[in-house]
């Protein structure tokens, strides 16, 4: 009787998980696909608000404060003049990676969200920041890989980081054009996580192939 028992929770339990959350798979669905439309700082700024709220109301949950730190990454780069607000929406991004390697510290997705971050800061000042934030945003990506050593994004930020050096020394982006086209051409291969894991980056390395000639 027992057994039976275990066994009936250890099914009520697998069908939960396996159900999953239709209100929260609702909510990134719509989040996600409102994230795909944003055009301005102001719109990234709305949907880092959108899976804040999701996030705030499933705690268990990581991938909503991912795309909140995303979204805030994004919204520095976008910002063109004002070093003061470029800085502050990372200061936002950065706190939710920080909780987020807290809680995922095995998680390859998040330590690659933290190298874009770091090479974000650097964007800001690159004649200053240079040094320090190119050897931060490797140290991540190298844990990314380390982790998953497919991860398309550590490897186009690897990339990024490596023929944006290249450009600022005024050296041919040449050599690594053969691994970016290998990334373009393996990236749905790649992108073999789970539901509502991240999936960006493409629309960039196709650039970056343009870049090559491809």
Known sequence: MKTLTLTIITLLISG?????????????????????????ITDFNAVANTFKRIGDAEKSEWLPLYYQAFSQIIMSFMEQKDKVKKDAYLDLAESSIN??????????????????????????DPQTRGQKYMMLSGESVGKALKINPTNPRALY????????????????????CDRINHLLENWEAYNSGAKFYPKWGKREVEGMAKGCGG
Do not use: H, W
Not at 32 to 40: E, F, I, K, V
Not at 99 to 115: C, D, F, I
Not at 157 to 176: C, H, K, M, V, W
């Open 16 to 40: 939960v998980v396996y159900a999953g959350n239709p209100k929260y798979e609702k909510a990134m669905e719509a989040a996600l696909n409102q994230l795909d439309q944003c055009q301005t």
């Open 99 to 124: 909780k987020l390697l807290e809680s995922n510290p095995e998680e390859s997705e998040v330590y690659a969200l933290q190298g874009f971050m770091f090479t974000a800061r650097l964007v800001v």
């Open 157 to 176: 930020i690897q990339l990024s980081n490596e023929t944006g050096a290249a450009r600022f020394f005024g050296n041919d982006i040449a050599p690594y």
